[in-house]
């Protein structure tokens, strides 16, 4: 069973930037497509963005498309959110998650990280 541990999170002034990992054990990391998630106050989570098991494919939510960038190093067993030109609307606890590829990980996760808390102030 892999498990999936976020780190990074903080508080940041709109207009900047954070940089969330997740670090992966006791699984075959490299055979996982990985996502980042987000869940707001009083809302549901929602998709932020996934890389595919060779990290060669990514997809975006639209939402933070062109300020986030997800990346991986399957030799460090590690996933990355780079989060630039942040907003307040992003504020929210950031969770990092393991599926079987890209296609379904924004619908279907098979593990979870505990998750990071992120806050924009205006």
């Known amino acids: 069973q892999v498990q999936l541990v976020e780190s990074g999170g903080g508080l940041v002034q709109a207009g900047g930037s954070l940089r969330l990992s997740c670090a992966a054990s006791r699984g075959p990391f490299s055979s996982f497509a990985m996502g980042w998630f987000r869940q707001a106050p009083g809302k549901e989570r929602e998709f932020v963005a996934a890389?595919?098991?060779?990290?060669?494919?990514?997809v975006y939510a639209d939402s933070v498309k062109g300020r986030f960038t997800i990346s991986r190093d399957n030799a460090k067993n590690m996933v990355q959110l780079q989060m630039d030109s942040l907003k307040p609307e992003d504020t929210a606890v950031y969770y990092c998650?393991?599926?079987?590829?890209?296609?379904?990980?924004?619908?279907?996760?098979?593990?979870w990280g505990q998750g990071t808390q992120v806050t924009v102030s205006s």
């Open positions: 890389v595919s098991w060779s990290p060669t494919s990514t």
């Open positions: 998650a393991a599926g079987q590829n890209i296609v379904t990980i924004p619908t279907i996760q098979l593990y």
